[in-house]
Nanobody
Framework: QVQLVESGGGLVQAGGSLGLSCAASGATSNNNGMGWFRQAPGKEREFVAAIGWSGSVQYYADSVKGRFTISRDNAKNTVYLQMNSLKPEDTAVYYC????????????????WGQGTQVTVSS
């Protein structure tokens, strides 16, 4: 089992920046792939970004490319999401996900999910 705990959400004005963290504990050998998803009110959960173990493999949703950056610190079992140039449409609950492979994470088939952290972008 892997436990994931997100932090760093909050309220920010449009154009601002916010950083999220997700700390993993437990059987972290399952964390080769880690990523972020988000779910806005009344909408389905959608993929945001994912990263492989070495950090060299990264995937982003088109809606966040060039604005969001995913990274990880394996020594701390933590994945980060730096969000810049935030827009009101980025408002959502952001979830961390982890699994043995990046494709599994990207396809939302991860076995491990965090509880989510709220990000609100005001216009």
């Amino acid at each position: 089992q892997v436990q994931l705990v997100e932090s760093g959400g909050g309220l920010v004005q449009a154009g601002g920046s916010l950083g999220l963290s997700c700390a993993a504990s437990g059987a972290t050998s399952n964390n080769n792939g880690m990523g972020w998803f988000r779910q806005a009110p009344g909408k389905e959960r959608e993929f945001v970004a994912a990263i492989g173990w070495s950090g060299s493999v990264q995937y982003y949703a088109d809606s966040v490319k060039g604005r969001f950056t995913i990274s990880r610190d394996n020594a701390k079992n933590t994945v980060y999401l730096q969000m810049n140039s935030l827009k009101p449409e980025d408002t959502a609950v952001y979830y961390c996900a982890a699994d043995k492979s990046v494709p599994t994470v990207v396809s939302a088939r991860s076995n491990f999910w965090g509880q989510g952290t709220q990000v609100t972008v005001s216009s």
